[in-house]
């Protein structure tokens, strides 16, 4: 099969390269990423005994529900940014139009989550000196969350829309392999934002591989195994920056589709890795994980965790959830400005290419920094943390998948031509299409999928060693119980990353200490 790449997807390839041939920057849903996102505990000085404290606004077992409305966030984003473009607003000189052309800086945030929930337990286990998780039930379960709904849509999208192109059985095989990335052209008609599922499937595969790289770094303590895990992400950032700025370069000999490999996205993927890092930090300790000499306060006082050793212009930059998510949408205008290259199918220079990769990486930290962080999360916690929000998010596996098809759908239905429609309409009846379809995906074929996890075997528990101390989360104040404080006391397992954190929906199944849906 060999068809030629849709306007679409040129657009968003040509964007990457001074060629137009390939590549990337797209559309990537974060694939339903997992880990239970759990605080630490540490000793409590006044009784000896273990306290953990949700978020201000989290649950008391810890799960974040603002990363779930995170995601449904970055997903309606994507397909605003799909519909603008297909429709022709994205060639206007309308302001709005500059904006939307850049709403696929969801990949960045998909990516920089993926990171962030999954290395988090190998990152707790290599600092605390503890066998990792079991590779074999991850694997089988990422394949099991990603790969039936994936299949079912690429069955509709190949038997209605590509079946004239399908010339042998290699045809069916690339698209169904999530081989696509690797052969030109190779991007099926409705289905072409599937490139970006390839991308996070090959990452899936190489984590535990790089699990392992970031374990040989060392250390003699929990700090030093910190401080070299820490330093381990930064250098796969740097790693991501170099080949992005490599491949896009005039006489490299890299394939045009390079733009769209792994290694191209590991910076990404690297800043959710120092996240997942930085949140299992160990406490007690009079070291910043950063350069010394930026002391925080001034206080003098020793640092007691890693948020208060944190220097505290990059805390605020980073922690502070107003601030920074300010900061965000800054950096999202000045990549809607030239500086980041042109909106539509014109090819973009080398260096508007790596510019707007870079804006995309801050804009990816400056989000989801301050809901992993200590504190209340403020506003955007709260908004993000709404049932109509988080109920998105927990779909938005399907609305990745489905969105182009309803697409397709609205512009038979309406009798719209492409590059020349009403983008508020057209954007409307893609939703209105997406959602019940993206619905019945998650309840029909992908959480029946998620009951083969027993085949997997037995989780294997990751204890935490009683002598390691770990950082303590900001204390909630609905929590009620023992302690000085009148804290309730709980113990959180380590975060395992065959344990979804953002599955409302399947808490019985997929949450230590749920029994029930809500």
């Not at 849509?153 to 209605?160: D, G, Q, S, Y």
């Not at 733009?259 to 996240?275: H, K, S, T, Y």
């Not at 390691?468 to 000085?484: E, N, V």
Request: hydrophobic residues 45%.
């Amino acid at each position: 099969m060999t068809r030629p790449i849709s306007d679409m997807v040129r657009c968003d390839l040509s964007r990457r390269t001074d060629s137009g041939g390939a590549a990337a920057t797209g559309l990537r849903d974060q694939m339903d990423v997992e880990g239970t996102v759990s605080r630490p505990v540490r000793p409590d000085s006044s009784n000896g005994q273990a306290i953990l404290s949700a978020t201000n606004t989290g649950r008391s077992d810890g799960w974040l529900p603002a990363l779930e409305g995170l995601r449904a966030v970055a997903v309606i984003g994507v397909v605003v940014h799909h519909v603008s473009f297909l429709s022709g607003l994205t060639n206007s000189f309308a302001h709005l139009a500059a904006v939307l052309a850049r709403l696929d800086v969801g990949v960045a945030i998909f990516f920089a989550l993926s990171g962030f929930l999954l290395y988090r337990p190998f990152a707790l286990a290599a600092i605390n000196g503890q066998s990792g998780p079991s590779v074999r039930r991850y694997l089988w379960h990422r394949a099991l969350r990603i790969l039936p709904g994936y299949w079912a849509m690429a069955i509709v999208a190949l038997t209605w829309l590509n079946i004239d192109y399908l010339k042998s059985v290699w045809d069916w095989a690339i698209p169904f392999l999530l081989a696509q990335i690797y052969e030109p052209l190779r991007l099926p008609v409705g289905m072409e934002q599937t490139w970006s599922l390839a991308t996070e499937a090959t990452f899936y595969l190489a984590l535990p591989l790089i699990a392992v790289l970031g374990r040989r770094m060392g250390g003699r303590t929990p700090l030093g195994r910190a401080r070299r895990q820490l330093a381990f992400g930064a250098v796969l950032v740097l790693a991501g920056l170099i080949w992005n700025a490599y491949a896009h370069g005039p006489d490299s000999p890299l394939p045009g589709l390079a733009v769209l490999w792994l290694p191209a996205f590991l910076d990404w993927f690297g800043i959710g890795i120092m996240l997942a890092v930085l949140a299992s930090w160990p406490v007690g300790t009079t070291s910043t994980p950063f350069l010394t000499g930026l002391t925080g306060d001034g206080s003098g006082r020793g640092d007691e965790d890693l948020w208060s050793a944190t220097p505290r212009g990059l805390r605020v930059f980073t922690f502070a959830p107003g601030t920074s998510w300010l900061i965000a949408g800054a950096l999202l205008w000045i990549a809607s400005t030239p500086i980041a290259g042109p909106r539509g199918v014109e090819p973009a220079k080398p260096v508007e290419s790596v510019t707007e990769h870079l804006l995309f990486l801050l804009v990816a930290w400056c989000l989801i920094a301050p809901l992993v962080g200590p504190g209340s999360g403020g506003v955007p916690r709260a908004l993000l943390s709404h049932r109509a929000v988080m109920f998105l998010g927990r779909i938005s596996y399907g609305i990745f998948l489905w969105h182009l098809l309803a697409l397709e759908v609205c512009f038979r239905l309406l009798g719209f031509t492409r590059m020349n429609s009403s983008f508020w309409v057209l954007l409307a009846v893609t939703l209105a299409l997406t959602v019940p379809v993206a619905t019945a995906s998650y309840y029909l074929i992908e959480r029946p999928a998620r009951r083969l996890r027993r085949l997997g075997g037995r989780r294997r528990p990751v204890a935490v060693e009683p002598d390691l101390p770990l950082r303590a989360a900001t204390p909630a104040p609905a929590l009620q119980g023992a302690g000085p404080a009148g804290l309730g006391t709980r113990l959180v397992p380590a975060a395992d990353p065959t344990e979804p954190q953002h599955e409302s929906g399947d808490r019985h199944e997929e949450q230590p200490g749920r029994q029930q849906d809500q």
